[in-house]
């Protein structure tokens, strides 16, 4: 049996119409707002529990998914007073961010961008909001203070210089677009600067010959070359973790709109090609990307919620345990695709835009939640950190949604119903 989708059946793949991205669209619009009731003042956690997200406190880094979700619902949401009810909404949360930020709560780490950006940096860019743009610069400076000028990147976590955790990590490509937006604003270099200067350590690095990617890459403190790469949350050491690779899928794209580097662009094609060819025949990444068809249950369009996946769910053909997928990862580089195929000539952007809807399709088929699903989440199938006997995350949101995979499918379905949408990162 093959494992991954050929070449031709992604070719014969059908791709989603305007008509059923403007549905789905619809749907994730009035779940969001269904849900400020619980979430104004307080947070989603990063993943759902039994699929359902349970309030808490701005913490962590995952926040700022649900705040970009009220924004993205704010813009396609006609009906007035149900969109003054996501603009209070949004600024309560901006302001919180603010606060957050003030008080520098739980900020010692490198996911400003993931945090800041579409909460304050697209309150900023929809409403012009001042505080917004304060908290924004501030999470700006703070991600600044992470650069090693040794080995020139953006350390991830934990102590500054500590040697077990002198590193970057793939994710922090979708950090850096904060640090452009800061320059532009401020029309000061330096955040400019270090966002070049990681990107290029970054690129130079973490992508492996075969175009899959490291999730994180130890560099040596005293030479600030390569010392050698680590997983946390993929399978081992040596695999593609799914969202990784989607990062580095969308972290490249947004890296060629900053500079037209021939060098970033084919970085692009070669993560995106190494993630489009390692997808099982239904489009539905397992949550690392060494695992494919036979290693899992069959997506069914029909079961909506039941998810049937349980951590003891029997043997698969290979004799393995059931492995889980990462929808979220679909989503990530389906908005990577939509996002490259602006800079590109025709031929090779219809390409990528017709991919992406094919992946799009797929995700909107077997993994949106539908009105009666008992869940109060978007995107089904997707998970956080699975634990492996070769990895050392700690296990959290296996087959459950999880927020940035809610976010980015209803960023994929803007850019989809609206191609001129004016991206917040
Ligand atoms: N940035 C952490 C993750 O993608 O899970």
Aim: charged share 20%; proline share 5%.
């Amino acid at each position: 049996m093959k494992r991954w989708i050929t070449k031709e059946n992604l070719e014969n793949s059908p791709s989603i119409t305007e008509a059923e991205a403007r549905a789905a669209r619809k749907f994730c619009v009035q779940r969001t707002q269904e849900n400020l009731s619980t979430f104004t003042t307080a947070f989603p956690g990063a993943a759902s529990k039994d699929l359902y997200y349970q309030p808490g406190p701005n913490l962590g880094w995952t926040t700022g998914f649900w705040t970009g979700l009220v924004w993205l619902s704010y813009e396609a949401q006609e009906d007035p007073s149900k969109k003054a009810a996501l603009l209070h909404a949004g600024k309560t949360q901006a302001a919180d961010f603010l606060r957050r930020i003030e008080n520098k709560e739980d900020v010692d780490h490198h996911d400003m961008g993931f945090l800041y950006t579409p909460s304050c940096v697209a309150a900023w860019r929809l409403l012009s909001d001042d505080d917004a743009k304060r908290a924004a610069i501030l999470a700006a400076d703070q991600l600044l203070a992470r650069y090693q000028p040794v080995g020139k990147f953006l350390q991830a976590w934990g102590k500054m210089g500590a040697p077990e955790n002198y590193r970057f990590i793939v994710d922090c490509l979708l950090n850096v677009p904060l640090l452009f937006w800061a320059s532009s604003v401020t029309e000061d270099p330096k955040y400019r600067e270090v966002a070049l200067s990681h990107i290029h350590t970054a690129l130079a690095n973490v992508i492996r010959e075969d175009g899959s990617t490291w999730h994180t890459v130890f560099m040596n403190p005293q030479t600030g070359l390569f010392d050698h790469g680590a997983t946390c949350q993929g399978y081992r050491d040596g695999s593609a973790w799914a969202r990784g690779q989607a990062w580095a899928v969308y972290g490249t794209a947004l890296a060629f709109r900053e500079t037209k580097e021939e060098a970033y662009l084919a970085a692009f094609r070669k993560v995106t090609s190494y993630f489009l060819s390692h997808l099982p025949k239904d489009l539905i990444p397992y949550w690392d990307l060494s695992f494919g068809d036979g290693d899992g249950y069959a997506l069914d369009p029909s079961i909506h919620g039941e998810a049937p996946f349980t951590e003891s769910a029997g043997t698969n053909e290979n004799g393995g345990i059931f492995q889980p997928r990462d929808a979220s990862s679909a989503a990530i580089a389906v908005c990577g695709m939509l996002e490259m195929s602006r800079y590109l000539a025709q031929d090779e952007a219809a390409s990528l835009v017709l991919t992406a809807k094919r992946l799009l399709k797929a995700c909107t088929d077997t993994c949106l939640a539908r009105p009666d699903t008992p869940t109060n989440g978007l995107l089904l199938h997707s998970t956080y950190s699975h634990r492996s006997p070769f990895n050392t995350c700690t296990p959290e949101g296996t087959e459950e949604c999880v927020i940035w995979g809610d976010y980015f499918l209803l960023e994929a379905l803007t850019r989809v119903t609206n191609p001129d949408w004016c991206v917040y990162w």
